[in-house]
């Protein structure tokens, strides 16, 4: 974990936000978030980290209002087919050049980072790191691009264009232990596959009944097991397959309506298994429920589904991305704006809530990644609708 350094200016504590303000996008020059931005377009500090003892009580949640939040099918192209208003996007651009200013990626390991991408309709949902490069993965839950960037850079840069393979929304992003960048393309029912170079190397057709919603995915022994978000389904994909130029159609590996409940909603309240991690032998997954806060334990030999036990009362509602360091593991809440850290029990059985973490750079996280000591964070402004604050960023900030 990367810590303060002798020299390192001191850190500044974080104000305490309004709770009613909890569920709000973060607004980051009002919120001080990026410090005080001179000319030339960079911030001379930015506020750190802090722990939450609070959560989002139900009150708060009732009074959330579910409409603003582009996260289901139809509303996410709604919101796409909203881009051609010529006056707002003026609007959007302009407001975009005015938050450009980034905290500068040269100084100390305790700062807090932001990384800039490209365009009006980012919309990143998703992000994989590859260790071994140093690069990490975004895309557009919106148009399909696929981005690149590292941590030395301010900006990612395009990787691959939007609508390219035919890709259309990305949502999972992960990078296995070849470098090649795995990519759900949500809505297309696919997960597709490239080398570190951008050559589409496999294309995997999850099929199944009803409109596909293809979220998650996490590599273990072999396999890649992968989350729908519409669809009551996990997929295995055997990883020997992704080198092998072709396409390969997959029935479900396991219908989980039998121990999860799937529902219909409004947001975040209509998706339902999203993130997921799974053991290094292979004989476990985790995965969160969205819109009920449920984690649920997977045994891969016999299939069964169990609920895990969070100690602590720890809230998980609009839990999204996970991301397990070890025996902890990372849940990143989206409607709350929050991340949530977690030690694993024995089996995995229960987690026991260790610390919330928020921040004023948050943005509706959706999800998490671990390179060389860091955390990065998709701000994926979900919730923004048709008026996203500009640009689209990831956070980089100290593994908590």
Do not use: C
Request: proline residues 7%; aromatic residues 6%.
């Amino acid at each position: 974990m990367a810590g303060r350094r002798e020299g390192d200016p001191p850190t500044r504590a974080l104000e305490e936000r309004d709770p009613e303000l909890l569920l709000q996008p973060a607004d980051l020059v009002t919120q001080g978030g990026l410090g005080d931005v001179k000319p030339g377009g960079r911030a001379t500090e930015m506020q750190l980290l802090r722990d939450r003892d609070e959560v989002v009580h139900q009150a708060q949640i009732d009074s959330f209002d579910r409409r603003n939040l582009p996260i289901g099918r139809q509303s996410v192209l709604d919101t796409a087919g909203g881009g051609g208003d010529d006056a707002a996007m003026t609007k959007l651009l302009a407001a975009g050049l005015v938050l450009l200013a980034t905290a500068p990626l040269a100084g100390a390991a305790s700062e807090v980072r932001m990384h800039s991408l490209p365009g009006p309709v980012a919309f990143p949902e998703s992000i994989g790191a590859d260790p071994r490069t140093g690069a990490f993965f975004t895309g557009s839950l919106i148009d399909g691009t696929l981005y690149r960037g590292d941590l030395a850079a301010e900006e990612a840069r395009v990787f691959l264009p939007a609508g390219s393979d035919g890709r259309t929304s990305v949502a999972g992003v992960k990078v296995d232990a070849d470098s090649r960048i795995w990519v759900a393309d949500a809505f297309n029912g696919r997960v597709l596959v490239y080398d570190e170079r951008g050559a589409l190397q496999h294309v995997f057709v999850l099929a199944g009944p009803g409109t596909p919603t293809v979220n998650d995915i996490a590599f273990t022994r072999g396999s890649a097991y992968v989350t729908d978000s519409a669809r009551p389904f996990l997929y295995r994909i055997s990883i020997d397959e992704a080198p092998r130029p072709g396409t390969t159609t997959l029935q479900p590996w396991l219908d989980v309506s039998g121990s999860v409940t799937y529902s219909t909603g409004e947001g975040p309240f209509g998706v339902n298994l999203n993130g997921i991690v799974a053991s290094p032998d292979g004989a476990t997954l985790l995965t969160v429920q969205t819109n009920t806060g449920k984690l649920f334990r997977v045994d891969t030999a016999t299939r069964v589904i169990s609920p895990v036990e969070v100690v602590r009362d720890g809230e998980l509602l609009f839990g999204d991305g996970l991301l397990r360091v070890g025996d902890h593991l990372y849940v990143a809440r989206n409607a709350a704006n929050e991340i949530v850290k977690l030690t694993l029990g024995a089996g995995w059985t229960t987690v026991r809530v260790d610390r919330t973490v928020t921040n004023p750079a948050f943005a509706f996280p959706t999800a998490l990644a671990e390179l060389r000591g860091r955390l990065l964070v998709a701000n994926s402004q979900l919730d923004a609708g048709n008026d996203p604050t500009l640009p689209f960023t990831v956070v980089d900030l100290p593994l908590p």
